[in-house]
T-cell receptor
Framework: GAVVSQHPSWVICKSGTSVKIECRSL??????MFWYRQFPKQSLMLMAT?????????EQGVEKDKFLINHASLTLSTLTVTSAHPEDSSFYIC??????????????FGPGTRLLVL | QKEVEQNSGPLSVPEGAIASLNCTYS??????FFWYRQYSGKSPELIMS????GDKEDGRFTAQLNKASQYVSLLIRDSQPSDSATYLC????????????FGTGTRLKVLA
């Protein structure tokens, strides 16, 4: 149980294009989903927290107009990197917390999406 | 001051030994603590959660929590080379938007 998927796992795009990454909780409903970014040999950096049906909460320093987050249902959140540039190349990881129950605070991570912007 | 601190390592232990990973946190009101394992190039996977003072065992893993000392640890018994990874300590926030505060992780190397 508690499986989170991400799609795509790898994406290569040209500078200036937009990329959409999907995060799905496969066997549970997730009230809250999180988006992280991780550069090589660095720790996870939380970008934003999204709650189903409401606007995402972005961490300080994260451009909300560049990283668009939509959490349209209890099982799906999307991150769109708009007008991607080479410095946006990174490992993007989502996580999801169950909507209710004993393990409500536990975050389950997706496998990540590696983005390379040329 | 960092809110969740871990020694970055690497911590090297021989195969079969006990690996001890430590984490301290600054928010005295924290109630929920998590250990994740992250292999190079992969996303974190949950090892254990702990909410009460004392020990919690799951297979070869034991999490220990001491809220008075603001300290949480992870013991790995009979360490295997496959345990070589970065171990992340996470503490759930107690105010504002719910999220984790992660430590920077401890890199563990189990030597065959």
């Amino acid at each position: 149980g508690a499986v989170v998927s991400q799609h795509p796992s790898w994406v290569i795009c040209k500078s200036g294009t937009s990329v959409k990454i999907e995060c799905r909780s496969l066997d549970f409903q997730a009230t809250t989903m999180f988006w992280y970014r991780q550069f090589p040999k660095q720790s996870l950096m939380l970008m934003a927290t999204s709650n189903e049906g409401s606007k995402a909460t972005y961490e300080q320093g994260v451009e909300k107009d560049k990283f668009l987050i939509n959490h349209a249902s209890l099982t799906l959140s999307t991150l769109t990197v708009t007008s991607a540039h080479p410095e946006d190349s990174s490992f993007y990881i989502c996580s999801a917390s169950p909507a209710s129950g004993l393990y409500q605070e536990t975050q389950y991570f997706g496998p990540g999406t590696r983005l390379l912007v040329l | 001051q960092k809110e969740v601190e871990q020694n970055s390592g690497p911590l090297s232990v021989p195969e079969g030994a006990i690996a001890s990973l430590n984490c301290t946190y600054s928010d005295r009101g924290s109630q929920s603590f998590f250990w994740y394992r992250q292999y190079s190039g992969k996303s974190p996977e949950l090892i254990m959660s702990i909410y009460s003072n004392g020990d919690k065992e799951d297979g070869r893993f034991t999490a220990q929590l001491n809220k008075a000392s603001q300290y949480v640890s992870l013991l790995i018994r009979d360490s295997q080379p496959s345990d070589s990874a970065t171990y992340l300590c996470a503490v759930a926030t107690t105010s504002g938007t719910y999220k984790y505060i992660f430590g920077t992780g401890t890199r563990l190397k189990v030597l065959a």
